[in-house]
């Protein structure tokens, strides 16, 4: 008999056929879907014969659980959930803010059948889709108007659209701010027709450098929250209401990009450890024309564009053509609603970005050893609970740093991270000193068994 290894035209003869590949794939895992089974042979039949013609000695053959579980990764949601132990609690790449369950069985609701959202269940006739959200966001902020679009940068866009297109917008150069995901703030302004004239330094501001800039050209006086990064020592900013003054003596709008858009109270904030933030409703109370905030940072809501302020400012950017581009969709109005209604109702420590930056320590402790304990029941790896320190994110309060609790896993980092990162349910942990840090902080209490499953047996 031929020596089979001498050529690798034999091997390439003993690679199994497609058919017989998923026949014996189907017969590890029934389940899998078929396409994706398919898929998953023919590129281990092809990956089979790349390696023997590159090396006569290879192995022709190939296991079908390998092909199964190919696969079962195929088929897997592209996107699905996970759970964020990095304790960051606003986790951009980590879908930013979870919703209460109030907002999402209001989603549910209206996913499922026919509603109101263009219509006026009084009056029988076409309604607007702004209305539900603007009544809660006025009587929560004290504006006198509100309207939703699909995120902050929309909303800052469309705004400087309708007030300002094709003039002048003064920010200071301390605010010409970068907030990630290419939201540059002399970048919008150009998107939005609008020409940035710069006043001011880095590190100070006058209300005189407003003042000497605004000319016939001038179309808006902006006020950019530095959201990500603060300036400290030599500083000077001018205030909310000063600027919204000066605006007003010269005929012009004065506006805000507030970023996160807080709704806790002062009091609240200091309780929490958080450094002091104005609130929505104190920069509507400044005076200014409009106020634009996201819906999914401290919020705590779905991923939206909210504009709050006067009624003439935001009637001109609801009639501007680019918010029928931008407008928001029925679910995000769902769970907006729903989770305005919790603060509105006094429940906002339903909403998990608030529970969890106002977490107790002492709470989060236990959590720590109720997962430690849990995971030591289940034969996982060593661990050790130590003490931690969370984050705000979402380029939101970015000095804060919130006392915090981690389950502290023994073995190496890199494998260990990249395990839990490859679980049914992914786990997303810090890796910091050579070791992986699984932070409660901005954990739910219904997450801790994914964490346990993710880790196995030790
Ligand atoms: C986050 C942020 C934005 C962008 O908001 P998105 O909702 O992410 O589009 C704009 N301006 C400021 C100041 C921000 O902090």
């Not at 031929?2 to 189907?26: F, G, K, M, Q, S």
């Not at 609701?109 to 889709?129: H, I, K, P, Q």
């Amino acid at each position: 008999m031929a020596d089979i290894t001498a050529d690798p035209a034999n091997w390439l003869r003993a690679l199994p056929a497609v058919h017989e590949l998923v026949d014996a794939a189907l017969a590890v895992d029934g389940a899998a879907p078929r396409w994706a089974v398919v898929e998953a042979a023919r590129a281990a039949i092809a990956a089979r014969r790349a390696a023997i013609l590159a090396d006569a000695g290879a192995s022709a053959t190939i296991e079908p659980a390998a092909v199964a579980a190919a696969a079962r990764a195929l088929a897997t949601p592209p996107l699905r959930r996970v759970v964020n132990c990095t304790g960051v609690i606003v986790h951009t790449n980590l879908g930013r803010a979870p919703l209460a369950p109030a907002a999402i069985a209001a989603v549910v609701e209206v996913a499922a059948s026919a509603s109101n959202l263009e219509y006026d269940l009084a009056a029988g006739a076409r309604g607007s889709r702004h209305a539900h959200a603007a009544a809660l966001l006025c009587a929560l902020t004290g504006a006198e108007a509100a309207c939703v679009v699909n995120n902050n940068a929309a909303a800052t866009v469309l705004a400087l659209a309708a007030l300002a297109g094709g003039r002048e917008v003064i920010v200071s150069r301390g605010e010409l701010v970068e907030i990630g995901g290419a939201f540059r703030i002399p970048d919008i302004l150009a998107l939005s027709g609008a020409t940035l004239r710069e006043v001011g330094t880095t590190n100070k501001t006058r209300l005189a450098d407003y003042e000497r800039a605004i000319g016939e050209r001038t179309g808006m006086l902006l006020k950019v929250h530095r959201s990500n990064f603060a300036i400290v020592g030599f500083t000077a900013e001018v205030g909310e209401a000063e600027l919204a003054a000066l605006a007003h003596g010269r005929g012009l709008p004065a506006m805000v990009d507030l970023g996160s858009g807080c709704m806790l109270d002062r009091a609240r904030q200091h309780a929490a450890g958080l450094p002091a933030e104005p609130t929505v409703a104190e920069v509507v109370a400044s005076g200014v024309d409009v106020v634009c905030f996201s819906g999914d940072k401290l919020l705590g809501g779905p991923q939206a564009g909210i504009l709050v302020g006067r009624a003439a400012a935001i009637a001109a950017i609801r009639s501007h053509p680019l918010m029928r581009a931008l407008r928001p969709d029925k679910l995000t109005l769902a769970a907006l609603c729903a989770t305005l209604a919790l603060y509105r109702d006094g429940r906002d420590r339903e909403v998990p970005v608030v529970a969890r930056l106002e977490a107790d320590p002492a709470a989060l402790r236990a959590r720590a050893d109720a997962l430690a304990a849990a995971i030591a029941a289940a034969g996982g790896p060593a661990v050790t609970v130590e003490p931690s320190v969370a984050t705000v994110g979402g380029g939101a309060m970015p000095t804060a740093s919130l006392a915090s609790w981690a389950v502290v896993v023994a073995g190496p980092a890199d494998a260990l991270d990249a395990r839990l990162r490859a679980a049914a349910v992914p786990v997303i942990a810090r890796v910091a000193d050579g070791r992986v840090w699984l932070d409660v902080r901005a954990l739910g209490d219904d997450e801790l068994a994914w964490v346990v499953a993710a880790l196995g047996k030790g």
